[in-house]
């Protein structure tokens, strides 16, 4: 095999197993936190209520409220907040594309000084930002890559965040309320469901940020049945109380 065959099949290789997943996309984080939302604020919110001792259709209409009201309040904030997100960075754009368009040598300049603070040899630095200035809107995503740390051309979107959000909040919320509406009578067919869910979320997450899928699940299981207990003990008290 020659020197060229040898480079070509460690370049394969190398590009086998240095594929990245996308981290910047707008609809992971969003439908991770709606789902673990949905199932452990609806199943504290439905054990609350159970715990005071409340009929059947009770219970289940607090479920199906509370899958309403928290998938239309996750929606809405979570577009407010990636919406605001992106007016701030459209902003920091629109200033840095100004500088480009009316201070072209000082940017060039900036550029390669952060090239040489980088151990980049000044004659090259000079050389490696003259080239990529030559392009106003390649000098834009080099510069905002540089000094802002964002990627123009990457923002998230605040309607696949709501969206996002909406649609996994309410599934999640679903779990709890499911065996309900299927027949059940006592409230633990509907813990067991809800924990399961916790669970396989957990695992589920694991699988995308690569970490132990049963430290994952049993972390969530353990957060969402801490939750429940909580607020059956607090609804069994206030319940007494009342």
Known sequence: MTIIDTAATLHEAHRDNHTHRDVNGGWLRPAVFGAMDGLVSNLALMTGVAGGSVGQQAIILTG?????????????GE???????????????????????KHP?????????????????????RKVAGQLSHDP????????????????????SPTVAAVS????FALGALLPVLPYLLGATTLWPAVLVALVGLFGCGAVVA??????????????????GAAAGVTYALGSLFGAAL
Do not use: K, N
């Open 64 to 76: 199906l409220a509370g899958l309403a009201a928290g998938a239309f309040s996750m929606a809405a």
């Open 79 to 101: 577009y407010t907040s990636v919406a605001s997100q992106r007016d701030l960075v459209e902003a920091e754009l629109d200033v840095e594309r100004r500088e480009l368009r």
């Open 105 to 125: 040598e000082d940017e060039e300049q900036e550029l390669a000084a952060l090239y040489v603070s980088r151990g980049v040899e000044p004659e090259l630095a």
């Open 137 to 156: 809107e390649q000098a834009l995503e080099i510069h905002a890559r540089e000094e802002l740390g964002i990627d123009p051309g990457d923002l998230p």
């Open 165 to 168: 959000s909406f649609g996994s």
């Open 207 to 224: 699988r995308v940020t690569a970490r132990s899928w049963w430290f994952s699940g049993l972390r969530q299981l353990a957060l969402g």
